[in-house]
């Protein structure tokens, strides 16, 4: 059973297309993320959402969306694609009552060409 | 402006020697440290980790040092194993929630 799952795995797309990433886990977490790992290796934080709210939000552009329909799914919205968007998008999942490691899905590779 | 900072890209260990893996911060108000391992085209995983109240953790192969004054921790993998090949990246968090700030993380290579 995978813990936390994301779909799709790959994502090839054009510049201005708008498209979605699916992420949902069967842990029982309250707190779900989206990281971005670029091209640097660097992982970093997007958002994050706590029972279906947003508590985190770094500085990322409008044009990313996330939706929580409920505590178990987190999905990532993406308007208006543009090259520097290309990059891997991971969802993870944590426990809310404590500071507790975070369980990635396996990522999604994003080209925007 | 990165917080957490893995300054060896890579690092090669023969079979059975010990793997050092090292991580400074910057942040003084980090409390909770975490080392993940990736593989190729898999998300990472939790290894083990430490909070700012220990200076030391250990489990099986895998033993991570923090050095609160230095604003240094370092991951001690004894014997190294080829399956230990991967990525491992160092995550600090401070007490105020579950937001996590990564290196860039060390590529280790166990040579057989």
């Known amino acids: 059973d995978t813990a936390v799952s994301q779909t799709p795995k790959y994502l090839v797309t054009q510049m201005g297309n708008d498209k979605s990433i699916k992420c949902e886990q069967n842990?029982?977490?309250?707190?779900m993320y989206w990281y971005k790992q670029d091209s640097k290796k660097f992982l970093k934080i997007m958002f994050s959402y706590n029972n279906k709210e947003l508590i985190i939000n770094e500085t990322v552009p409008n044009r990313f969306s996330p939706k929580s329909p409920d505590k178990a799914h987190l999905n990532l919205h993406i308007n208006s694609l543009e090259l520097g968007d290309s990059a891997v998008y991971f969802c993870?999942?944590?426990?809310?009552?404590?500071?507790?490691?975070?369980?990635f899905g396996n990522g999604t590779r994003l080209t925007v060409t | 402006d990165q917080q957490v900072k893995q300054n060896s890209p890579s690092l090669s260990v023969q079979e059975g020697r010990i793997s050092i893996l090292n991580c400074d911060y910057t942040n003084s108000m980090f409390d909770y440290f975490l080392w993940y391992k990736k593989y190729p085209a898999e998300g990472p995983t939790f290894l083990i980790s430490?909070?700012?109240?220990?200076d030391k953790n250990e489990d099986g192969r895998f033993t991570v040092f923090l050095n609160k004054s230095a604003k240094h921790l370092s991951l001690h993998i004894v014997p190294s194993q080829p399956g230990d090949s991967a990525v491992y990246f160092c995550?600090?968090?401070?007490?105020?929630?579950?937001?996590?700030?990564f290196g860039t993380g060390t590529s280790l290579t166990v040579i057989p």
């Open positions: 430490i909070s700012s109240i220990k």
């Open positions: 995550a600090a968090s401070g007490n105020t929630g579950n937001q996590f700030y």
């Open positions: 842990l029982g977490h309250d707190t």
């Open positions: 993870a999942s944590s426990l809310e009552q404590v500071i507790s490691p975070l369980h």
